[in-house]
């Protein structure tokens, strides 16, 4: 196995992913202000998607019910806005330091990109500043790059919220693993 840090930097594990997700690029250093309204709901979402996977972990279909009620009203009270509405499902490796996705739309390193991706099972919707590490070739038929890009710091209640989407995809694949047996 790899060494996680010479793999892009990444300290974490990582999955595999289909993610429905958007992307803007940002200036760098730019501030999205936070209102003490939208710190609080950013927390609660937190918290609120830490019991929805310990709850998905004890029975699928009540964590899938949690998060689909969670999503819904997100969805009725307006939190969402124009990008979180145009997500595209793209393949993804995830991990709680960084995002690699596939593209049509190649970016430089160090570029500056603001991430909104929806987190499946529990339909989690999470925004996150990120910056571009590299851009590659992809070999996929709907794609042309895989960028790869890494979290920027000072953001830990949401990538807190992706480490718990990548160890619930990470126990979802060593049960399926262990059933096959």
Not at 123 to 144: F, K, L, Q
Request: charged share 25%; with cysteine; aromatic share 6%.
């Amino acid at each position: 196995m790899a060494d996680l840090e010479d793999d892009c930097g990444r300290g974490f594990f990582r999955v595999d992913d289909e993610l429905r997700l958007s992307w803007i690029k940002v200036e760098p250093d730019s501030i999205t202000p936070l209102t003490d309204r939208n710190m609080e709901l950013h927390n609660l979402n937190a918290h609120l998607h830490t019991l929805i996977s310990t709850a998905f972990g004890n029975s699928a279909v009540v964590g899938e019910a949690l998060g689909l009620l969670n999503r819904k009203i997100e969805l009725l009270s307006g939190e969402e806005n124009d990008v979180s509405l145009n997500l595209k499902t793209i393949p993804a490796n995830v991990s709680g330091s960084g995002l690699a996705f596939a593209s049509n739309e190649p970016l430089t390193q160090n570029e500056s990109l603001e991430l909104t991706m929806l987190l499946l099972p529990v339909n989690a919707a999470v925004r996150v500043r990120a910056s571009v590490v590299t851009c590659s070739d992809y070999r996929g038929d709907d794609w042309t790059y895989w960028i790869r890009s890494k979290f920027e710091p000072k953001q830990e209640v949401i990538t807190e919220q992706i480490v718990q989407h990548v160890n619930l995809k990470q126990m979802h694949s060593l049960a399926s693993r262990h059933k096959k047996r």
